[in-house]
């Protein structure tokens, strides 16, 4: 008999037999010359062991830990089954972690394996989640983190390059999977911290920041957040929205989905204080937008565009002053959204005579060019006008 087991890493045995205990293969065959199975994990993976020679075994299967050139637990879990067949499995128990006695002497082992398991889709990640962040104390019942975050992300960072993307988007559901269980807010205000570490980590990233993986995270870290946001009380929902609104200010473009969506298309952080605050992120965010030229390609034009109608939407929310309003909407006379904005308001004040000088403004600057379709944006504005205030204005 092939001493197949050498041929695997301990934890790694130890997962392909919790897998067979839990009669997770199905579509099992074996042949004279093989083995053949689904094993079911994240999702259904295929295992094909084939015997070549007396003490060697091609083996393949299509799951991501395969993939990048490890046996996996998948195999491991089809050859138990091909060694024990249908003896009676024992009951399967989650084995945990064991506890050391400083947390600084976590194995790196572990937290490389967390990541594995992470990275893959395994729902045994949210089980080691819960032993290597939370350990509840017999005498207080009150859970305290077992591993020493330091070597964590020391870990984290000698991960490979290409797969820290992955991990960070994976991360953050077994974050939410535990929303219900955390117990206080410091713990929350913990997990939120750890999640903003694993996402700022996509700026050192050194994969295309449209991929795909880049991506799924930015969709993943926005409702996890939110989630994060409605169990939270008063100072944690400050402390995000500080945090929001100093990286809202700096990330890079390409990352910045997430905080615009808590910032901006949630409505949730409306009090006049927050709502200055937001609207000095978008007056710095348009400033540097200012440095985009026609060159670029049409995703980072259209920027302009939406941070122009997060500023109008804040302000509708705020209601400032015609006076605070004038420089933004004569800079962004253009854009129609911000035309209405300033005339609606114009009316709701009954300040007609802003309103006209607003107009006139456009009309000036198009008459000046000297050409008939800058003339006949002219026209269009007057009717504009005319359509704000009732039909009054007379078009010559």
Known sequence: MINWKKQFQPQILQRGQSLYQRHLIKNFVKTRTGLKATVIGNQAYRVSVTKIEHDHLQMTCDCPYFQAGHNCKHLAAVLYQSDLGNTIATPYTAAPIERPKHVHSVPGQVIIDFFDQVAGGDAEAYYQFEQLFFHTSPQNKFRTPVIDHRSFWRTFKQAKPALRPLIVAKFMP?????????????????????????????????????????????????????????????????????????????????????????????????????????????????????QINYDSPSMLQTWPIEWVRYRVTTMEILNPSLSAIKLFCETYQDNPVVMDYFLNTCRSQNNRTMALNYLNLGVQTALDQHNQTDISYAEWLLKRFDKFWDGKIKLE
């Not at 929350?188 to 903003?196: E, I, P, R, S």
């Not at 700022?200 to 880049?214: A, E, F, G, R, V």
């Open 174 to 290: 077994i974050i939410k999977h535990h929303l219900a269980s955390i117990q206080s807010q410091q713990q929350l205000t913990a997990a939120f911290d750890l999640t903003t570490k694993f996402y700022l980590s996509l700026i050192q990233s050194p994969c295309d920041n449209t991929s795909y993986d880049i991506m799924e995270a930015a969709n993943k870290y926005s409702t996890g957040w939110l989630s994060i946001y409605k169990n939270a009380d008063d100072d944690l929902q400050a402390h995000m929205f500080t945090w929001l609104c100093d990286y809202a200010a700096k990330l890079p473009w390409m990352i910045m989905a997430p905080l615009q969506d808590l910032l901006f298309e949630y409505h949730i952080y409306n009090h006049p204080h927050e709502l200055q605050m937001k609207l000095a992120v978008i007056d710095n965010r348009l400033a540097q937008l200012q």
